[in-house]
DNA sequence: TTGAAAAACTAATATCCGTTAGTTTTGTGT
DNA sequence: ACACAAAACTAACGGATATTAGTTTTTCAA
């Protein structure tokens, strides 16, 4: 069998994940089989185990790449010296970009991180429960310097980040609609409950 | 080992659906065993088979039976003298108690509907694909008739549909904020967002 | 061209899964 | 008290699973 092709800039390894992310995403983690896996990568199962380490080992690149990048992001947009508004706006846009853009493994990080083992499953609740608690914070501030309505913060927060997961569902419809337009249609939806 | 207790009004395949529910929540219909479900109910695996037919047949109840709920309600607010947005009002908080009151069958339908067999899962598909057009047709009367801004329908519903979904992440704050603060949080939040 | 490293292959293992068959226990109406 | 039905039990099946061991093929630098 010939050899596992890797995108250009990106090792064997990478090539596996990303697909394994495309199917933990269709199938759910626990209903994806090895083999499975494997015969989609043109190979035989065990080959795979000279590129990756385990099963779990892909779940967790893939829940903590994802982890990663928005922890960053957050950091990135609370340093700026904007309005809180402007921050939000900011930040409700970029979830709705990851979500058009590494969808697969947005959806996996959102979806099947319970399968991942300790202490991992810890670790991962910590930084999302973190993530949870500096989104309220911007909120906060928002309501302090008078630019948000004195809404309950903390169901704020949980009613953007699951709004915004909800362009799950929007996959099945790119074509029909641009994302600049889904983009403004949900940030100004999610913003305009909030401004005062 | 003792019989399996059923609830007061209730049959023993009722009392092993809800069990069955609350784990396929918790860990995934895939990762949930007959051989657990049996454990928690306190008897061994092929006992389960005096009362119920298959696993596959525990996720079929499960999801219809929320499937059924939500388009009964739906038909009954359609059917309603109010106004548009009354009864975009009333469909949240429906969503947002049923939410709250049968949480593990409601998330089970949310999120592991895709291990349904054909042809349960068509089926289902189908009739979510109804209710989210009827919703949009929803959300276009109150455009038509001027309560609402001109917003994207189909984004408007998928944004209602995914914020009140965000209820998942409550139920470990239940405590701390009552039912109705979070269903009047939430309506206004989302409906703020579509009002003239 | 050759030789070593990388990565494919086949074969196999132990474990878990849903479910069936067959048997024993339990509960209930007479 | 007894008989019958309901529902529990034990044993076992066939099949799928992730992964390992051992071997062969491929790739590529010298």
Redesign the interface.
């Known amino acids: 069998m010939a050899k596992i092709k890797a995108a250009i800039n990106g090792t064997i390894q990478d090539a596996i994940t990303k697909k394994a992310a495309a199917l933990f995403r269709e199938?759910?983690y626990?209903?994806t089989s090895m083999r499975e896996l494997a015969e989609n990568i043109g190979v035989e199962a065990p080959s795979l185990y000279n590129h990756i380490g385990s099963k779990a080992e892909l779940l967790q690149n893939i829940c903590f790449k994802v982890a990663n990048d928005f922890i960053f992001q957050l950091q990135f947009i609370e340093d700026l010296k904007h309005t809180t508004v402007q921050k939000i706006d900011q930040l409700i846009r970029f979830h709705i970009q990851m979500m058009l853009q590494v969808f697969d493994e947005v959806f996996v990080a959102n979806?099947e991180w319970?399968?991942l083992e300790q202490p991992y499953l810890d670790n991962f609740l910590t930084q999302r429960k973190s993530y949870e608690s500096r989104m309220v914070q911007l909120i906060k501030d928002g309501i302090k310097n008078n630019e948000l309505k004195n809404?309950?913060p903390?169901?704020?927060v949980?009613?953007?980040?699951?709004?915004?997961?909800?362009?799950?569902?929007?996959q099945r419809?790119k074509k029909e609609?641009s994302a600049k337009?889904?983009e403004n249609?949900?940030a100004?939806?999610?913003?305009?409950?909030?401004i005062k």
């Open positions: 199938k759910g626990k209903a979806h319970k399968h809404i309950h903390h169901v704020a949980l009613t953007i980040l699951s709004a915004v997961r909800g362009l799950e569902f929007w419809h609609i337009v889904l249609n949900i100004a939806h999610l913003l305009n409950g909030l």
